[in-house]
Nanobody, 130 residues
Framework: EVQLAESGGGLVQAGGSLRLSCVASGFDKDDYTIGWFRQGPGNEREGIACISGSDGTGFYADSMKGRFTVSSDNAKNTVYLQMHSLVVEDTAVYYC???????????????????????WGQGTLVTVSS
């Protein structure tokens, strides 16, 4: 059974940094793609970045480029999202998702909406204060 668990959220002041973790189990470590999404109050869930576990290549939604970095550590079954220069508008629940289609969803190159993706974690709340 595939399971995903996000952690690392919390309260941070604007301008600060935070690193989120997504620990996965029950999947093929040699062939996977994991994406990061977020959903703020009253907003639709939006893609941030995705990464291929086979080669570590990361991709980013255009609106998310610059402040966020996705990386992976296969030995720890973990994908990270490093966030810098946080602003209040970054306040959201952050989710990771495991699905072969996650990168096209993040990049907006497919009509498939985010809720068609198969495996999700429960999310971790990031609150940015001014």
């Amino acid at each position: 059974e595939v399971q995903l668990a996000e952690s690392g959220g919390g309260l941070v002041q604007a301008g600060g940094s935070l690193r989120l973790s997504c620990v996965a189990s029950g999947f093929d470590k040699d062939d996977y793609t994991i994406g990061w999404f977020r959903q703020g109050p009253g907003n639709e869930r939006e893609g941030i970045a995705c990464i291929s576990g086979s080669d570590g290549t990361g991709f980013y939604a255009d609106s998310m480029k610059g402040r966020f970095t996705v990386s992976s550590d296969n030995a720890k079954n973990t994908v990270y999202l490093q966030m810098h220069s946080l602003v209040v508008e970054d306040t959201a629940v952050y989710y990771c998702a495991l699905d072969p289609r996650v990168c096209p969803v993040v990049l907006g190159t497919t009509p498939i909406p985010w809720h068609y993706l198969e495996h999700w974690g429960q999310g971790t709340l990031v609150t940015v204060s001014s």
